[in-house]
């Protein structure tokens, strides 16, 4: 046990070591330790999108200050998508945004998450721009950290959006990761984000890499402040793409803690 533990806390010195040398200070953090809805002084919850289905054909109403969708305890936040009568949409879910109370140009982006099951599912941590300098999606760009669909159990995906590279016309950059346990262990996501490049990881292990090709921003707007959402959709362009199986409700995607950091 005590040389279990020992090795715990040399890995826990290490990886604090390479933050420290990458000059990485935390500077904004939720690491779920209180129980209730999720920090206000942290969280919004983004509803605007439910009268179209958020651009995607999806199927959920996205719900705010509902415990029933988005909670906290156990240190763990909890947001679940649910099949239930006496909404405008067959299911609620929930979708949180640091918009205004975090949002950051360039760092380091960590969410450890353990991901939700199931065909017409799609969890989601990822990035939008607070302002969207070069205009609406996705000439303004997206971060997408981590992206599943329960029809591809044993995959997550790490994408980027531009206005020359995007999913409306196929052209998005992004890489693919099997990672067969997503849906029962918790992994964290990683994002480092510089002026360069995009870096994306799962647990320290780097999986894809964005350079920036030039200062043209239809292929590289990330230059201005953006923030995190995290999301459970259902059903939609691409989640929904082998329909909804309504016996897997409720769902939820667990997230253990959400951490930025800065040089």
Not at 72 to 94: Q, W
Not at 103 to 111: I, K, M, N, P
Not at 228 to 257: K, R
Request: glycine fraction near 8%; charged fraction near 25%; charge should be negative.
């Amino acid at each position: 046990m005590i040389r279990h533990i020992l090795i715990l806390f040399s890995v826990v010195l290490l990886f604090s070591s390479c933050k420290q040398q990458n000059n990485y200070k935390l500077v904004w953090s939720d690491e779920f330790d209180y129980t209730g809805l999720p920090n206000e002084l942290k969280w919004n919850y983004d509803t605007v999108g439910n009268a179209w289905g958020w651009g995607n054909n999806e199927l959920q109403y996205y719900t705010t200050g509902r415990k029933e969708n988005a909670w906290v305890d156990n240190g763990k936040l909890h947001i679940t998508a649910r099949k239930e009568k006496g909404f405008p949409n067959a299911y609620t879910s929930a979708r949180l945004t640091s918009k205004h109370k975090g949002d950051w140009l360039y760092g380091r982006f960590e969410v450890r998450a353990k991901l939700c099951r199931g065909i017409g599912i799609w969890p989601a941590i990822w990035m939008l721009p607070t302002e969207n300098k070069y205009g609406n999606w996705p000439h303004s760009g997206e971060i997408d950290m981590m992206e599943h669909v329960g029809y591809h159990p044993d995959t997550v995906y790490f994408t980027v959006h531009t206005g020359a590279f995007n999913g409306m016309q196929h052209t998005q950059k992004g890489g693919t990761v099997y990672l067969p346990k997503a849906e029962d262990a918790f992994y964290t996501y990683a994002l480092e984000w510089s002026e360069t490049k995009c870096d994306f990881f799962v647990d320290d292990k780097k999986v894809f890499t964005f350079k920036k090709e030039s200062n043209d921003s239809e292929k590289w707007p990330f230059d201005d402040p953006f923030h995190l959402l995290l999301n459970v959709a259902v059903g939609g362009n691409w989640g929904g793409i082998h329909g909804v199986d309504d016996a897997i409700f409720p769902q939820t995607m667990e997230v253990d803690y959400v951490r930025v950091y800065q040089k």
